[in-house]
């Protein structure tokens, strides 16, 4: 049996081996996506689907995003800073949800409409 010291310094080293802020980034973006499942359940499986791929990428890309337009990345240095990486990440997955279902409930309901009168529609829609 190895001591409880060098097998918490290995994983530790497995985890920096792996990406610290890569493995926040995927903790938060699953952790977004169960939250937001679990708020607004999806009505078929292929909505289940594409919203877990929304969210996951709009948590990594829009984490990802935030974290660059704000210089953030020394944060990764450090253990706390990357539970604070994961936060953001974990934010920015929380909306990508709700704009795909939105999306598709725009195009589900002018499933019968050609691109122009879609076009039509939408451009009502803005100019209201």
Same mark, same amino acid.
């Not at 994983?11 to 938060?28: D, N, T």
């Not at 973006?29 to 939250?35: F, I, T």
């Not at 948590?59 to 990486?85: K, N, R, T």
């Given at each position: +049996?190895? &001591?409880?010291? /060098?097998?918490?310094?290995?994983?530790?080293? *497995?985890?920096?081996?792996? %990406?610290?802020?890569? %493995?926040?980034? !995927? @903790?938060? !973006? %699953? $952790?977004?996506?169960?939250?937001? +499942?679990?708020? /607004? /359940?999806? #009505?078929?499986?292929?909505?289940?689907?594409? *919203?877990?791929?929304?969210?996951?990428?709009?948590? @990594?890309?829009?984490?990802? !995003?935030? @974290? =660059?337009?704000?210089?953030? =990345?020394?944060?990764? =240095?450090?253990?706390? *800073? $990357?539970?604070?990486?994961?936060?953001?990440?974990? /934010?920015?997955?929380?909306? !990508?949800?709700? $704009?795909?279902?939105?999306?598709?409930?725009?195009?589900? #309901? #002018?499933?019968?409409?050609? $691109?122009?009168?879609?076009?039509?529609?939408? #451009?009502? &829609?803005?100019?209201?």
């Amino acid at each position: +049996m190895s &001591e409880p010291i /060098t097998s918490g310094a290995a994983s530790m080293a *497995g985890w920096k081996l792996l %990406g610290g802020a890569a %493995g926040a980034s !995927a @903790i938060g !973006a %699953g $952790l977004a996506s169960v939250v937001v +499942m679990c708020v /607004t /359940t999806p #009505r078929s499986p292929k909505e289940w689907a594409v *919203g877990l791929i929304s969210t996951v990428v709009g948590s @990594i890309g829009g984490g990802a !995003a935030v @974290i =660059q337009h704000y210089g953030l =990345q020394s944060w990764a =240095q450090e253990p706390m *800073g $990357l539970v604070a990486m994961l936060g953001l990440v974990f /934010t920015c997955g929380l909306p !990508a949800w709700a $704009l795909v279902r939105w999306l598709f409930n725009f195009i589900e #309901r #002018r499933k019968s409409q050609d $691109l122009a009168e879609v076009a039509a529609a939408l #451009r009502k &829609e803005l100019n209201k």
